[in-house]
């Protein structure tokens, strides 16, 4: 079984403070690990992927397999980052994609 | 607009009635999805659709029932054996057969049951 979680409801953090979403997941084989953003009255969409190894909107997640977490940080906070955030899971091979519950994250200006 | 539509964005039903919600997409994307999002519970599967004329049981596939009878539609039927069927409902496309985890979401359909 895969199970993702997401211990923090909701977040809140001053602009221009450091942004820390946690997620960590259950999977016995080999994850593929997603962070999806929804801002206010868009759709869901895919922020970043573990294998990209890429920075989306100043955001990075690392992949700790030790720690089986996969938390999305950003150095400074911006008003704009304010929504709601799922960590999402994928086995290899597998074609379904486990959402935890999401973070709804606000921006203190 | 390219895109993936669903319909309707509210839904009101009665109390052991059947209805279907829409799911178009104009994208040529082969696999289909359907989540189901409560509060607190964030998004789980329901269905899923690799190819026309087939699908497959998510993880709460019970009340529901799917079709793929071509490749840009795939309606969603919640049944009257559906015991808490008020949500919000999100369908979802990839551009392949195999899931390569980036999937492209509707705006989703509220059904709200009376």
């Known amino acids: 079984a895969q199970r993702v979680t997401q211990p923090e409801k909701l977040l809140s953090v001053f602009k221009g403070a450091p942004v820390e979403l946690k997620c960590n997941y259950s999977?016995?084989?080999?994850?593929?690990l997603f962070w999806y953003v929804q801002y206010s009255r868009q759709r869901l969409q895919l922020l970043l992927r573990h294998i990209s190894r890429e920075s989306i909107k100043g955001f990075t997640a690392d992949l700790n397999k030790g720690e089986t977490s996969f938390h999305l940080k950003k150095p400074f906070a911006q008003e704009e980052d304010s929504a709601m955030y799922y960590c999402?899971?994928?086995?290899?091979?597998?074609?379904?994609?486990?959402f935890g519950t999401g973070t709804r994250l606000t921006i203190i200006p | 607009d390219g895109g993936i539509t669903q319909s309707p964005k509210y839904l009101f039903r009665k109390e052991g009635q059947n209805v279907t919600l829409s799911c178009e997409q104009n994208?040529?994307?082969?696999?289909m999805y359907w989540y189901r999002q409560d509060p607190g519970q964030g998004l789980r599967l329901i269905y899923y659709?690799?190819?026309?004329?087939?699908?497959q049981k998510g993880d709460i596939a019970e009340g529901y029932s799917v079709s793929r009878e071509k490749k840009e539609s795939f309606p969603l039927t919640v049944t009257s054996a559906q015991k808490n069927p008020t949500a919000f409902y999100l369908c979802a496309s990839i551009p392949g057969a195999v899931n390569t985890g980036e999937l492209f979401f509707g705006e989703g359909s509220r059904l709200t049951v009376l």
């Open positions: 999977y016995s084989g080999s994850p593929e």
């Open positions: 999402a899971l994928k086995g290899f091979g597998n074609e379904k994609l486990t």
């Open positions: 994208l040529n994307h082969d696999a």
């Open positions: 659709s690799q190819i026309v004329n087939d699908f």
